[in-house]
């Protein structure tokens, strides 16, 4: 059966001399693999829609395994992020995080427009801590696990200060902080940007502008949360953690 989506390479690997395994996140089927035969080659021409974060129109010859590539029309390259290795190392652990999220053959268009725009972003020079924070968010509502974060878990509390709790799965009014005396403490402000990245529809961010602390407090959160309930463990977060030491 031959099918035809657009959709964006999430994952590639090398088959044999010539080939390469595509795994692309599409708009009509959600997450299919496919082999590109003779994408290696420099003058074939599945090279260039084979290449990881490409956004394409694809032509999918689909059986009951793994489907063929027939043909890809390019709609954006995203040559900003593949030409700055900054913009690489966040654009790959995004879609290794949805890659490790979601399952074969489950649509949602919903989700791909949100994987599309928060490239583009990225492309665009969004500010990328910003970018995968929301990413994360996402992706931790998608898999059920999301943190409560407009309200005290324990009370329901809306006012006020809160603490951040890993163990209660978000957070803790400063009645309840009690609970877990591990707690890390939130500013109001890193309060509120924890509610809007999880609420937010990305295609309404505006200006966000985030001090470096508030951001390693958000991160700090945001890894520890996404290692204590989805136990994902990403090859691409230790490249990401290299090029943010070194920045």
Do not use: W
């Not at 966040?90 to 979601?102: G, I, P, R």
């Not at 898999?143 to 209660?168: H, L, N, T």
């Amino acid at each position: 059966m031959l099918i035809k989506s657009e959709g964006i390479v999430i994952r590639t690997s090398d088959y044999g001399e010539s080939n390469k395994v595509l795994t692309v996140y599409t708009k009509d089927f959600g997450k299919l693999g496919m082999m590109a035969r003779g994408a290696k080659k420099t003058k074939s021409r599945l090279s260039s829609v084979s290449q990881l974060f490409t956004h394409a129109h694809f032509l999918i010859q689909k059986g009951s395994g793994l489907g063929s590539l027939s043909q890809g029309e390019i709609i954006h390259t995203y040559r900003g992020i593949k030409q700055d290795i900054v913009k690489t190392a966040y654009a790959a652990y995004m879609v290794e995080l949805l890659d490790k999220s979601t399952e074969d053959q489950k649509p949602s268009s919903a989700l791909f427009e949100f994987l599309s725009l928060s490239l583009r972003y990225l492309d665009e020079d969004v500010d990328p801590d910003i970018l995968k924070a929301i990413f994360e968010m996402k992706m931790l509502r998608l898999a059920g696990v999301g943190p409560q974060v407009d309200r005290c878990v324990m009370c329901g509390r809306k006012e006020g200060s809160f603490y951040f709790s890993i163990s209660e799965g978000g957070f803790l009014c400063e009645q309840d902080r009690h609970t877990d005396p591990n707690a890390l403490g939130l500013s109001t402000h890193t309060a509120r940007l924890l509610n809007l990245f999880y609420h937010i529809d990305l295609s309404r961010l505006g200006n966000v502008s985030v001090k470096k602390e508030t951001k390693e407090v958000l991160k700090q959160v945001l890894t520890t949360y996404i290692d204590e309930y989805t136990g994902i463990r990403l090859k691409s977060k230790r490249f990401l953690d290299q090029i943010q030491a070194f920045e």
